[in-house]
């Protein structure tokens, strides 16, 4: 199934659904986003439906499997059916973990999602990609299930707090190397609104192409498995960790002009000037390497898959062994503590 992305008014959130096809719709709403918007979204012009509202608590808190069958009790005890719809508003974290409801309750319900964080209208609410966490890591258990809608409102990036959205331009620096048209419009630096379509429209285009992600969709990757480790390591926001994960992977594999882009961009997205993490520290091979093997213990592999870009829009997957990796950051750790841009 390939999912409609359309863009629309706050105040239009009520009417789409109220054009949903079902007489019940589960509602899955991030409490910080609730707690500003919930004089637009007005609940009682839902009109011949019954609506079951659940407020998750905000961010990544939700992923858990102990709300997971809280929530899921909640909508079983209220009664609903296979024709339900579920709709979930808030950011990547809401959209993971309602997804995740969509694909399991009654054995799966069709859902939307309306992304509330820049993070999740570029990136988390495309594909069908949703999970919650595990003591054991990050997305563990999961599964794909499409969205049948996403409506995107850039309004909402009004109240996004900055760390948030530099954590989204993050992704949008992302989609820059893979994709020259996005790369063209961030450097003319067209209107946020043309930038969000492009880069969904594009994973979309992708994830219709390999939707499990065994081809082309894992570019989409680039800068993610250092970007993880950096995130875990660091505690960092996502979309930030994989900025830094992009410039690494550059740095130790790339080339000059894969740096000189990523701080042409970084400034075209007037992404905060910012040292690395790692800046005048000791360069944390060891807590990457053992990040990295705890990704190898789930693959079963002694080599992961790194997402290089030779020129904007041609990007490929190469294969590196651990052995690899590690001695290309032995040699570059004393020059990786002064790198900066
Ligand atoms: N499924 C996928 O393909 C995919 C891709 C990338 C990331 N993700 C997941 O997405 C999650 C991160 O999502 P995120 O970056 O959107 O963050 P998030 O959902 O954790 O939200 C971040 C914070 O912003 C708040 N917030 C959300 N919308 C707001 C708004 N409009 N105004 C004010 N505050 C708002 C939230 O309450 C939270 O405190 C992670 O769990 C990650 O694993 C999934």
Redesign the pocket.
């Known amino acids: 199934m390939k999912t409609k992305i359309e863009n629309i008014e706050l105040e239009s959130i009520v009417d789409v659904i109220n054009n949903l096809d079902t007489d019940t719709v589960l509602l899955v709403v991030?409490?910080?986003?609730w707690s500003?918007y919930s004089k637009e979204l007005i609940l009682e012009k839902i009109e011949n439906k019954k609506v079951i509202f659940w407020k998750a608590p905000?961010?990544?808190k939700v992923?858990n499997i102990t709300d997971f069958q809280n929530a899921v009790e909640f909508f079983l005890e209220k009664g609903i059916h296979r024709n339900a719809h579920l709709v979930a508003i808030?950011?990547?974290?809401?959209?993971?973990f309602a997804g995740f409801i969509a694909a399991t309750i009654l054995r799966g319900i069709s859902w939307s999602i309306v992304p509330?964080?820049l993070?999740?209208m570029v990136?988390?609410s495309?594909?069908g990609?949703?999970?919650i966490n595990s003591k054991s890591g990050?997305?563990l258990i999961g599964a794909y299930h499409m969205p049948t809608n996403v409506w995107i409102c850039s309004k909402?990036?009004d109240?996004?707090?900055e760390t948030?959205k530099n954590?989204?331009m993050g992704e949008v620096l992302k989609y820059c190397f893979l994709d020259y048209s996005i790369y063209d419009l961030v450097i003319k630096k067209a209107p946020i609104e043309q930038i969000i379509d492009a880069c969904a429209q594009f994973k979309q285009k992708l994830t219709d192409e390999d939707f499990k992600e065994t081809g082309i969709r894992r570019i989409l990757n680039l800068g993610h498995s250092f970007g993880h480790a950096l995130e875990f390591i660091y505690n960092l926001?996502?979309?930030e960790a994989v900025m830094w994960g992009m410039a690494l992977v550059f740095k130790v594999f790339g080339t000059e002009k894969n740096i000189n882009d990523i701080i042409a961009l970084k400034n075209a997205l007037n992404i905060p000037g910012k040292n690395p993490p790692w800046f005048n520290k000791e360069f944390p091979i060891d807590k990457i390497m053992t990040y990295l093997s705890k990704d190898k213990k789930i693959s079963a592999l002694s080599s992961i898959d790194l997402v290089l870009v030779q020129d904007i829009g041609n990007a490929q997957v190469e294969r590196k062994t651990f052995e690899e990796i590690q001695a290309v950051l032995e040699t570059n750790k004393d020059e990786l503590k002064k790198f900066t841009f």
Request: glycine residues 18%; aromatic residues 2%.
């Open positions: 991030d409490h910080v986003v500003h905000d961010g990544e992923k808030g950011g990547g974290a809401v959209s993971d509330t964080t993070l999740s990136d988390a495309i594909g990609k949703v999970a990050k997305n909402f990036i109240t996004l707090p948030e954590s989204g926001p996502h979309g």
